[in-house]
Nanobody, 121 residues
Framework: QVQVMNTGGGSVQAGGSLRLSCAAS????????VGWYRQAPGKERELVAQ???????DYADSVKGRFSISRDRITGTGYLQMNNLQPEDTAVYYC???????????????WGQGTQVTVSA
């Protein structure tokens, strides 16, 4: 019914950059907030960044000043630009999108598959 595609992971050296994208397709009336969580081995999943429908953003303290999240207002696609990546950013990154389905009145989160980001020293 709804498919969320999370793309753009990979391997880089410390100081490098990657850009993640999160797009949703299906029986969708409204694409609202979008964001990413990450989970490193042995650690709990943590919110990395999110952006709401009107553009308000929220970042984890550990990524402020290095990561930038944006959202295409027409397509609802989210982008996470990750600069100056460090080994501690290594994790599986999961995107979510807050969506209202056609004919529905309630919004809910849909998740994309995880994408691996690996940063070597």
């Amino acid at each position: 019914q709804v498919q969320v595609m999370n793309t753009g992971g990979g391997s880089v050296q410390a100081g490098g950059s990657l850009r993640l994208s999160c797009a949703a397709s299906g029986n969708i009336a409204y694409r609202l907030a979008v964001g990413w969580y990450r989970q490193a081995p042995g650690k709990e999943r943590e919110l990395v960044a999110q952006v709401g429908q009107v553009g308000l953003t929220d970042y984890a303290d550990s990524v402020k000043g290095r990561f930038s999240i944006s959202r295409d207002r027409i397509t609802g696609t989210g982008y996470l630009q990750m600069n100056n990546l460090q080994p501690e950013d290594t994790a599986v990154y999961y995107c979510f999108m807050n969506i209202v389905l056609q004919g529905a009145v309630r919004r809910q989160d849909y998740w994309g598959q995880g994408t691996q980001v690996t940063v070597s020293a």
